[in-house]
């Protein structure tokens, strides 16, 4: 039996998921969450074998959840479920530790072919996702600009985006303000920016944000 958190913010989805999952006698979802906090509490608790996440969530983005489940449990399989196409997010999200990305426009049937691979300890790859990363082992001069970022660095872009402020992010970060602003220097170059709302038209235009 593979143990399932469902972490949406949308009630509907989450309805959804948990009526189809329950088709078949290997999974169970044992327990749901609709923010990064309530999340963190289930992993906290051990309730579940993978974390199927969004990677929008009201109280903090997809990529910090994903980070702060990854530091309390790195074994823990995360697979994201996203309404973003696979070319906004899933290279960097599978660099920072999920175990598979898929879109929800996917096959019902992939999800559960997903949840039953990560279960084993193996990555679960679309094809097109297998191909992305393929292409960035042998050139990088073609990446959109975001793809270039550190996973840190793409942490900070992401906040400044949404309009986050440097001092909130120290502290939401444990940073310090000082190495924030390094960062958000470091973003500004590599991405030949020169503001935050820079940052927010390119966030906006790559559909990074909502």
Do not use: W
Not at 102 to 129: H, Q
């Amino acid at each position: 039996m593979i143990r399932i958190a469902l972490v949406d913010d949308h009630a509907v989805v989450r309805a959804g998921l948990r009526q189809f999952l329950s088709d078949h006698v290997d999974l169970r979802v044992v327990a749901e969450a609709s923010t990064g906090r309530e999340a963190l509490d289930i992993v906290r608790k051990e309730l579940a074998d993978v974390i199927l996440l969004d990677i929008s969530m009201p109280d903090q983005s997809g990529v910090d959840a994903l980070v702060a489940i990854k530091a309390r449990a790195p074994n823990l399989p995360v697979l994201i479920l996203s309404g973003f196409p696979e070319e906004h997010y899933a290279t960097t999200l599978l660099r920072q530790g999920a175990a598979g990305y898929l879109n929800k426009d996917c096959d019902p049937d992939e999800i559960v072919k997903a949840i039953r691979t990560v279960a084993l300890g193996r990555r679960y790859i679309t094809s097109g996702v297998a191909e992305r990363l393929a292409a960035g082992l042998t050139s990088t001069g073609d990446k959109p600009t975001h793809e270039q970022l550190s996973e840190r660095e793409f942490q900070v872009f992401l906040r400044l985006a949404k309009g986050e402020t440097i001092g909130h992010m120290a502290q939401s970060m444990s940073l310090s303000v000082k190495t924030v602003s390094t960062y958000r220097t470091r973003v500004m170059e590599k991405m030949g920016l020169e503001s935050n709302s820079d940052l927010t038209y390119y966030a906006l235009k790559n559909g990074l944000i909502q």
